[in-house]
């Protein structure tokens, strides 16, 4: 959200860094849209179900990745590879990382990276006129993982998106095996993330109707294995790390210390990669 595919000071510098950390291995980060300007705007409005299909589409025309691959989403872009994994998964994601992501949806609207950007600015003013309206809900990307704690009803029958990936109306096999499948996903949340709320979602967590946050553990999500989380932390392949800092503030050396040695450089020799924003 408010960045793009190739951006040299963030999603650019974390190909590169991991390109010279893993010997030149092959990296590709998802455009949607025609150009980098597309890409920037496709992450505020559009129609995320019409985006993962497409990211599908392209992943399974890539020569290079038709062995499988390790994904890594950074903020709401990890959401999105997670509807990757569980919707179609062909190519096969190996390992899943994802960064400050709200897999439980936001219990507010997320705050603009940059306070000039007119674009995010105006995502926040079309959500608060009416989150859960068709209009929004076709149109407004944050609106589609928007869950509105005091409003449990209107989320699960009005959200498009987020209900329907958690399994959380009528299940769906499919999610759930193809979860499961995963040799790894690997979640990491951030220390002081205050873009999103609560930062907790990135570990599955949420707010109650008191706004009091209910761990991954206390949810029937997970105890009635839903998604496959319950199937993957028992077999030691769920992991929950902290990101020291605020929201996307990723150092070269935690990248490369606590991602890419422990988690992709033992597939050196064979890695497929894809990271996404």
């Known amino acids: 959200m408010g960045d793009d595919c190739c951006n040299p000071d963030s999603m650019g510098r974390v190909s590169d860094l991991i390109r010279d950390r893993l010997d030149g291995a ?10 980098v300007d597309d890409d920037h705007k496709a992450g505020f ?37 997670r ?25 507010d609207i997320p705050n603009c990276m940059n306070p000039r950007d ?34 449990e009803k209107g989320y699960l029958e009005r959200n498009q998106f987020l209900p329907n990936l958690n399994n959380e109306n009528d299940e769906n096999d499919k999610y759930k095996q193809n979860l499961s499948s995963l040799d790894k996903f690997v979640m990491i949340r951030f ?10 979602t990135a ?12 761990p991954l553990q206390n949810q029937t999500l997970y105890t009635e294995d839903w998604l496959g989380l319950k199937y993957l932390n028992d077999h030691g392949r769920l992991e929950f790390l902290v990101c020291p800092g605020q929201h996307m503030q990723i150092s070269d050396d935690y990248l ?6 422990p988690y992709l450089k033992e597939e050196t020799e064979d890695l497929r990669l894809i990271q996404q924003f």
């Open 256 to 261: 490369d210390k606590q991602v890419i040695q």
């Open 203 to 214: 570990w599955f967590w949420l707010h109650d109707k008191d706004r009091q946050l209910v």
């Open 83 to 107: 509807a990757y994994v569980e919707r179609c998964n062909k190519p096969v994601v190996h390992r899943l990382i994802t960064f400050g992501s709200p897999h439980r949806g936001v219990s």
């Open 118 to 151: 007119f674009t995010c600015k105006l995502m926040r003013t079309m959500v608060k006129r009416g989150v859960y309206s068709d209009y929004v809900q076709n149109r407004i990307i944050q609106a589609q993982y928007y869950r509105d704690p005091t409003n």
């Open 191 to 200: 220390s002081e993330d205050v873009m999103i709320k609560p930062g907790y």
């Open 26 to 35: 092959f990296v590709y980060s998802v455009q949607v849209g025609n150009s």
């Open 45 to 81: 409005f559009g129609r995320i179900d019409q985006q993962v299909d497409l990211v599908c589409e392209k992943l399974g025309q890539i020569p290079e990745l038709q062995d499988g691959f390790n994904a890594i989403g950074f903020s709401q872009g990890g959401l999105f590879l």
